[in-house]
């Protein structure tokens, strides 16, 4: 890349992505600092957002984001609570309380909690299948299947492998035209292009944590900002929150509110932020699901704009 722009090679130099970045953007920042200077940028840090993190977190957040979010009474959330502990081991009577809350999402948009279900017009069409916790429950207690690996292919599921409640029409119906695949490279080919296209990651379960990843990238002193819209029941912000707990950074300035300015109606809520020491930070967007940037484009706009200029959140 700098060979081809050269002028850029001085700029300061951001890894983002979202979703299953949250595997790609560790994993490459990690490449990056061992390159050193063979990488001819100037490294300063990396954005994660809505992503997937560890494992271990996914069951016990997502039932707490279930709780909080209207889908669980509160007795039954104390049920589950004192089923399952701490989760270290997926008892019968946890695993039946957690396949009922699956129950509860039905017909709910796995990337927001409170947008609309878009169902197929056609009542023949097929309907994807919900990922809930009721899949999860069935690999790990019925079928046998070992509790991390089928917490981490549940949670890639979660963040997208399959989408029910998603109208991709309009996306699906651009990305066959002839010019967008011209515009894209793309080959020509019989296939079509598909929102879950179905790719075979042969080595996806390879990191089912990348707590390990992100606290060999804290060695080099990375500027660093995990966000989450609230709303996204996928990679919930809880699942974030917990996570970057564990890269090991002290608590330089708790859980707080951030605001933003706008034109129209003056100064509006963005979310909650946690900053760590060493310039590293867990930010909340109000609102947003599990595109943040896409729904709520003005207050992430400004908390990108404060990140990448050194100001506070």
């Not at 409170?114 to 999860?136: F, I, M, W």
């Not at 029409?169 to 894209?184: P, R």
């Not at 699942?239 to 859980?255: L, N, P, Q, Y």
Request: aromatic residues 12%; contains cysteine.
């Amino acid at each position: 890349f700098f060979k081809l722009f050269p002028e850029y090679k001085s700029n300061d130099f951001y890894v983002s992505g979202e979703s299953y970045g949250g595997v790609y953007v560790p994993t490459l920042s990690q490449k990056i600092y061992e390159a050193g200077t063979a990488f001819g940028g100037n490294m300063k840090g990396y954005l994660v957002g809505n992503g997937v993190f560890d494992s271990a977190e996914a069951l016990p957040t997502h039932a707490a984001f279930a709780a909080g979010h209207g889908f669980l009474s509160t007795n039954f959330s104390a049920k589950v609570d004192a089923a399952c502990g701490n989760y270290s081991r997926i008892s019968p009577a946890c695993g039946l309380l957690l396949g009922k809350i699956g129950s509860f999402e039905v017909d709910t948009n796995g990337y927001d909690a409170y947008r609309t279900c878009y169902q197929p017009k056609s009542a023949g069409a097929a309907r994807s299948h919900p990922v809930t916790l009721g899949d999860l429950i069935d690999r790990i207690v019925t079928k046998g299947e070992d509790s991390r690996a089928a917490v981490a292919a549940w949670a890639r599921a979660r963040a997208g492998e399959r989408v029910p409640c998603i109208n991709s029409v309009q996306g699906t119906s651009y990305l066959n035209t002839a010019a967008a695949k011209q515009a894209l490279h793309v080959q020509d080919s019989p296939n079509t292009w598909q929102i879950c296209g179905g790719v075979d990651y042969r080595n996806d379960g390879v990191y089912d944590s990348m707590i390990a990843v992100h606290r060999e990238n804290m060695k080099h002193n990375p500027r660093v900002l995990i966000y989450n819209g609230d709303v996204d029941p996928g990679c919930n912000y809880l699942w974030a929150e917990a996570s970057v707990f564990k890269f090991g950074r002290a608590t330089s300035k708790d859980w707080h509110p951030w605001v933003y300015d706008t034109a129209h109606v003056g100064e509006q809520l963005g979310g909650f932020v946690t900053d760590y020491e060493g310039d590293v930070h867990f930010a909340t967007v109000h609102g947003a699901g599990h595109m943040s940037p896409q729904w709520r484009p003005e207050a992430v706009f400004n908390m990108f704009q404060r990140f990448l200029n050194g100001q506070k959140i």
